[in-house]
């Protein structure tokens, strides 16, 4: 009996230690998205003479989309990439889903900078998706607003088809929930809630994590 439980058992039992270790840790290494909003990581730009938009202010709110590092004692092991990353974004007021649409990522071209033929409309409704590394990060347009207007805008690709200023995506002042959702190739997909304030200006419209993780 006991030859036969050094012989077989034990190595068997090792055996399925290692592969439940193993297991765990390439599940470890998948893509761990983080999403946050801050001041910081807004951009306020004053377009030029000769811009379609000459004289105006925008400002524009985005969320950064950061792949976590490994934990301490995983460092010496590298996460995986978060491959082919696209993100879709639902707005709410009240208790009511107002309208979603597909995430822009703002390192992306504007559409009018594609010159394929045929493929300048197929950007503009379905936006290139983003490759986000280990411990980098991507930056998520959210909303637009104009200095000087009241509204906002749920901003992505299709606002260029409107002169930036979208009809049915107008957000007037008040309080918005607004879910942001990120698929990735690897088969992950991580959501998260922000608080959206469209106030009398600019200055103090704000984009913020929401506190309670509710939603709507």
Request: aromatic letters at 10%.
């Amino acid at each position: 009996m006991l030859y036969l439980i050094n012989t077989f058992l034990i190595p068997l039992l090792m055996t399925i230690v290692g592969i439940v270790i193993v297991l765990l840790i390439d599940r470890m290494r998948l893509p761990a998205l983080e999403m946050l909003a801050g001041d910081e990581l807004n951009t306020d730009i004053l377009f030029p003479e000769g811009h379609t938009h000459a004289g105006e202010r925008w400002r524009f709110f985005r969320v950064s989309v950061r792949n976590k590092q490994m934990p301490f004692f995983l460092k010496w092991l590298p996460r995986q990439t978060a491959e082919n990353c696209r993100a879709s974004i639902e707005f709410a007021g009240g208790s009511s889903i107002l309208f979603s649409i597909r995430g822009r990522w703002s390192s992306t071209p504007d559409p009018p900078l594609y010159r394929h033929k045929g493929q300048e409309l197929l950007k503009i409704l379905y936006p290139d998706p983003v490759t986000i590394p280990c411990a980098k990060e991507e930056l998520l347009d959210i909303v637009a607003r104009c200095e000087g207007e009241e509204q906002g805008y749920a901003w992505n690709n299709e606002a260029y088809l409107e002169h930036y200023r979208p009809s049915n995506k107008k957000l007037e002042k008040g309080d918005y929930s607004i879910r942001v959702t990120v698929d990735t190739q690897n088969g992950k997909s991580f959501t998260q809630e922000f608080r959206m304030t469209i106030a009398d200006s600019i200055e103090r419209t704000s984009l913020k994590k929401s506190p309670s993780g509710r939603y709507g």
